[in-house]
C-alpha cells in the first residue's frame, strides 16, 4: 500500500490543459477495470473501491480525490455502482515550479464545494476551455496547498486546537465565531483561546483572518474568479470591506495585486 500522506510532483507554474472531462458510472457490468494514460488524470470519488497504481495499493473513500500522473498503472475495484468526475490534463514538463499533491486525499467538509467547482467546469461547452482549465488550475493549487499544509502541520497539537484548525480552513466563506468554534471543539472560548496563544502563539481571530488572507492571495494570482466571488469564498461579503483588507495587508487592492502576478511580494 502507499503511504499515507505520499505524493506526486506537479508543475502548477503554468496553466493546465484539459484534454478530456465528464462523468463516469462503474461497477456495473464488471468489477475490475485496468488502464494507462499518457496525460494527468483527476477523480473526484463518491464510492468506496481500491485503487492499485503500480501494483501500490491506494483505498478509495467517498469525499476523497485523486491524482494520477502520466504512465501509471492503474487498477480499480469496484463494489457495486460507483461514480466518479473526472478530467485528464496535461501540464508543462519543465521541472521549475513544480509543487506537491497528495496522492489521495479525504476532502472532509471541502469535498462538496469542491466538487460542485469541478462539475461547473465539467459541464462546460468545449468552446470554454479558457475558463475549463483556469478552473482546474485553481483546484490543482488549493489541493497541493492542503498537501504542504499537511505536511508541515505540527505533531502533537492540543486535539481542540487541531479541530479548530481543521474547522476554519474548511469553512472560510462562513461566518465564524470563536464561541462557534470552541463549541464545536467541546471546549470553552477562554480555553480555546489559551490554547492557541499557547500552541500557535496568536488568536483564534488572528488565525482565522490570516487564512482568509491567505486563500484570497491565492484565488486572487491564480485563478480568473471575479473579485466579488474572491471576496465571498473567504467568507467577506463586503467588497468594499475586502478591498480595504487586502490593501491594508499587501498594499495594493485587489485588483491590482492580480495585475502583478504570481511574483509579487510584500516589502517589509
Known sequence: ???????????????????????????????????????????????????????????????????????????????????HLFAHFSVSKTEQGQVPIAVMQDLGADFARLSLRFEDAV????????????????????????TQRSRERPRGRHAAVEQT????????????SLTGLARSAGVSPAHLTRLFRSELSETVTDYVRKCRLDRAWHLLLHSDLPIKQVACDVGIQDLQLFNKTIRRAFGVAPRALRERGPNFRVES
Open 1 to 83: 500500500m502507499l503511504e499515507a500522506g505520499s505524493t506526486w510532483s506537479i508543475q502548477l507554474s503554468d496553466a493546465p490543459e484539459i484534454l478530456w472531462k465528464g462523468r463516469s458510472v462503474h461497477g456495473l457490468e464488471r468489477s475490475i477495470d485496468r488502464y494507462m494514460f499518457w496525460a494527468w488524470a483527476i477523480h473526484f470519488y463518491k464510492y468506496d473501491g481500491d485503487l492499485f497504481l503500480d501494483g501500490q495499493h491506494v483505498p478509495i473513500r467517498p469525499g476523497s480525490v485523486g491524482i494520477i500522473p502520466p504512465g501509471v498503472r492503474q487498477e480499480y475495484r469496484y463494489r457495486g455502482r460507483s461514480e
Open 165 to 176: 484548525c481543521q474547522i476554519i480552513q474548511s469553512r472560510l466563506a462562513e461566518p465564524l
Open 123 to 146: 459541464r462546460w461547452a468545449p468552446g470554454d476551455d479558457a475558463r475549463m482549465s483556469a478552473r482546474l488550475w485553481d483546484i490543482l493549487w488549493e489541493l497541493s496547498d492542503r
